[in-house]
């Protein structure tokens, strides 16, 4: 009898089954050996698309902010790229169970150039007038408020209590246009 062929996997079917197994056991059950086993092969098959769990972490973060960045539109200034950003942001965070904890600890899926990088993000905002400076301190600032924001909202208890006094939605808006008006063209530092 011959052996029967390997299936052939991919990133993108790792990350896809990943993203299954997230939302329907949570980010303490994701391991490679309980991802390897919806994939219907052994958690060494894993390792030759991913190096670890944290890369894998690395490369479903980055999906979760492709979604944020392609939920922008073309924006008028600074300003409003930075309010699309952040609903966009919001949107796709709490589209995934987990999702804004998970982009909390994640770290970047490979190595790369740092300057590099940092020019690819500060891109949206360096075409609508802002120093690559600005433009990263700005959009962390956004980030941060974001994922606080989602982190916050995602807990369980107090979420449910906290519902019943106030519009989540609504008053992540307020505080996010609070956020981006206060920001300026100063440089930072």
């Known amino acids: 009898m011959a052996p029967r062929p390997l299936p052939s996997l991919t990133r993108d079917q790792i990350v896809a089954q990943a993203f299954i197994l997230l939302e329907e056991e949570g980010l303490e059950s994701l391991s490679m050996r309980r991802l390897a086993g919806k994939l219907n092969v052994q958690a060494p098959a894993l390792y030759w698309h991913v190096t670890d769990k944290a ?3 690395g ?3 980055r999906d979760i902010y492709a979604a944020a960045y392609a939920g922008t539109d073309a924006a008028q200034d600074w300003r409003d790229w930075l309010m699309q950003f952040g609903r966009a942001l919001h949107a796709s965070l709490a589209s995934h169970r987990d999702g804004a904890r998970l982009c ?16 690819r993000i500060a891109a949206p905002l360096s075409a609508l007038g802002l120093e690559e400076d600005q433009a990263l301190a700005h959009q962390a600032a956004v980030i ?14 107090m979420r449910d209590f906290l519902r019943q006094i106030m519009d989540f939605d ?4 307020i505080g996010l246009e609070a956020l981006v008006s206060g920001l300026d063209l100063r440089r930072p530092g």
Do not use: C, H, V
């Open 170 to 173: 609504a008053t992540f808006t």
């Open 104 to 119: 909390a600890m994640a770290r970047p899926p490979s190595p790369l150039d740092a300057q590099i990088q940092a020019s």
């Open 59 to 61: 490369m479903m973060a």
């Open 144 to 157: 941060a408020f974001t994922l606080g924001w989602s982190t916050y909202e995602a807990n369980g208890p």
């Open 55 to 57: 890369e894998l972490l």
